[in-house]
Structure formats: C-alpha cells, structure tokens
C-alpha cells in the first residue's frame, strides 16, 4: 500500500515473484517534489531486485569525488569516489520525483500490480483467513480489498500503523525541523559537467 519507493519497490518485487498487488495511494499521481536525491547500496540491491535499477542509473549518475564548500565557493573537504563507483551497488544520485516516475512505468506495464489513486485508508485488519483494508476513493462510501496480506507503505502518516498500534505508536519523534529546498544559486559553484 502506497505508491512511494517503498510501496513500488516492495510492490514490484512481490509482482516480479508471481504475487498479485493492489497499491492505493491517497494522492492523484506520484509525487512532483524532488526531496531526497541519494540512493545508498541498500537502495539500489531493492531496486535491482524491483527490476528498475538500469533505468534509475540511466536517469541518474554516480557521483565520483564530492567536495563541501563554504557559502562563497571555497572548498572545504573533497573526498575522493564519493559512491565507491566501481561497486555494482554504488551511490546513485536520481530525485524521488523521478524514481516515482520510474517505478510508475515498471508497475503500469505489469499485470500483477493494480493501482488506485485517491483512495485513503480508513482502517486495517485481519482474521484467520484474510486480512483486508477499508478504505475510501475520490471522497465516496467505504470499500474494502482482501488480501493474504496488508503491508503499510503509507509513509509517516500512517494510517495502517494507527489502525494497528494507535496513536501511542512505540518509537521516537524528533522535535527538530529540517528544511530541503532546491537552490538554483548553487550553479555558480557546480556544474554537472564537473560533479565534483
């Protein structure tokens, strides 16, 4: 459930093993913001697995040496082969924007994947033969889909980690902020012909 890099790359390994999947997402289309950009070795075996990573590298690059700077451009560290480029599992820099088109395409061309836009969880559960979500599309009345499972793609909102554990979810939540943003003003100091 969710069609973000979790629920596409666990949907499509699910797919490719024979296993029919139903993806609901509550937003209309994948998502636009480019947010994170990074993909570590972790990743990138997922998405070999989900059958996408020679589009992800082909869409993509692997960064060699990366050097941080300060505000005027001075340099302050370079490491050198910043990605371990000759590992087959080396960092790959793609936005979330564009790995979500990706994925989207890999799922939209398998017949084992169903998605389903605007649809929000209302509930999950489960009995001795099924387990199932409820749910609600465009707005309308309540439906419900059975399943053998219900794996909660859904992101830090989750409403199946709600429906399951409650709001008193154990874990932590960091009262910190972090602001991305995309800044065109760093042109002056990078190039993508260096990518340094």
């Keep these: 459930m969710g ?3 979790c629920g596409f790359s666990l949907g499509l390994v699910l797919a490719r093993a024979g296993i029919q999947v139903t993806l609901l997402d509550k937003a209309d289309s994948v998502g636009s913001q480019p947010r994170a950009a990074h993909i570590f070795a972790p990743g990138i075996q997922i998405l070999r697995r989900a059958g996408v990573l020679r589009d992800v590298r082909r869409a993509g690059f692997i960064p060699k040496d990366q050097t941080f700077r300060k505000a005027d451009g001075t340099p302050l ?17 793609l ?16 017949t084992q994947i169903t998605m389903r836009w605007n649809c929000r969880v209302v509930d999950v559960g489960q009995d001795d033969n099924s387990a199932w979500v409820t749910f609600r599309e465009d707005g309308g009345p309540e439906q419900k889909i059975l399943g053998d499972f219900v794996c ?6 989750s409403q199946v980690r709600k429906s399951l554990f409650g709001r008193n979810f154990p874990g932590k939540t960091w ?18 012909a260096k990518r340094t």
């Design 3 to 5: 069609a973000g890099p």
């Design 77 to 93: 560290v370079t490491i050198e082969d910043f990605a371990a480029s000759k590992s087959p599992d080396a960092v790959t820099v």
């Design 95 to 110: 936005p979330i924007d564009t790995l979500g088109k990706i994925m989207l395409s890999h799922a939209q061309k398998n």
């Design 152 to 157: 909660g793609c859904d992101g830090g909102t």
């Design 175 to 192: 009262d910190d902020q972090m602001i991305a943003t995309n800044v065109s003003e760093m042109s002056r100091f990078w190039s993508p």
